[in-house]
């Protein structure tokens, strides 16, 4: 079973970058993409970057321009560089398999844009 952990989050003042990083583990089978999500609170969970196994990528609306996602050769390690943070930006991130597993879902990395 896969087990993915996010990591690099943190507080940045608005204006700032971050870079976080999801590192998967274990059987990792047939997939088509994977991507990091967000969750703000009161809101639902949201996908803001994927990348497909042939790295087409694709970006919400909300984050194009600012947000890249890449992976590293082997599809251990999948990064989201996030720069020019707004405070709307702020909400805990998770990488998950595009459509996400269940199991996938880790405990993510919380991201506070704030001065």
């Known amino acids: 079973q896969v087990q993915l952990v996010e990591s690099g989050g943190g507080l940045v003042q608005p204006g700032g970058s971050l870079r976080l990083s999801c590192a998967a583990s274990g059987s990792i089978f047939s997939f088509n993409a994977m991507g990091w999500y967000r969750q703000a609170p009161g809101k639902q969970r949201e996908l803001v970057a994927s990348i497909s196994i042939r790295g087409i990528t694709n970006y919400a609306d909300s984050v194009k321009g600012r947000f890249t996602i890449s992976r590293d050769s082997v599809w251990k390690t999948v990064y989201l560089q996030m720069n020019s943070l707004k405070p709307e930006d702020t909400a805990v991130y998770y990488c998950?398999?595009?459509?996400?597993?269940?199991?996938?879902w880790g405990l993510g990395t919380q991201v506070t844009v704030s001065s």
């Open positions: 998950n398999f595009v459509p996400p597993s269940t199991p996938g």
